[in-house]
């Protein structure tokens, strides 16, 4: 079982900065991909940045330049530092990680989704 604890999630103003981190905790796992999803009241959860299993990043278009998605792997944590924040990035931020655990001589591949951090920008 592997856990995502996220944190760094509040209010700021309008072109503000907030930076969000998601660490990933458990025993015998490695992270295939990570990245961060959010979810608006009313709107479904999409992707907001990631690193895929190949290492390389995406953003959503409307954060490219303004936000950036980064990791330490010693620590098994993905950050997404995001500037000039606007009202509209107002939402519930999740991170998710797709993870391969040892379970005895098999692995298991499968999702998961840490509790949510709140971001909320005023205008």
């Known amino acids: 079982q592997v856990q995502l604890v996220e944190s760094g999630g509040g209010l700021v103003q309008a072109g503000g900065s907030l930076r969000l981190s998601c660490a990933a905790s458990g025993r015998n796992f490695r992270i295939n991909a990570m990245g961060w999803y959010r979810q608006a009241p009313g709107k479904q959860r999409d992707l907001v940045a990631g690193?895929?299993?190949?290492?390389?990043?995406n953003y959503v278009d409307s954060v490219k330049g303004r936000f950036t998605i980064s990791r330490d792997n010693a620590k098994n944590t993905v950050y997404l530092q995001m500037n000039s924040l606007k009202p509209e990035d107002t939402a519930v931020y999740y991170c998710?990680?797709?993870?391969?655990?040892?379970?005895?001589?098999?692995?298991?591949?499968?999702?998961?989704w840490g509790q949510g951090t709140q971001v909320t920008v005023s205008s």
């Open positions: 998710n990680a797709d993870v391969s655990s040892s379970a005895g001589i098999t692995w298991v591949r499968r999702d998961y």
């Open positions: 690193f895929t299993s190949g290492g390389s990043t």
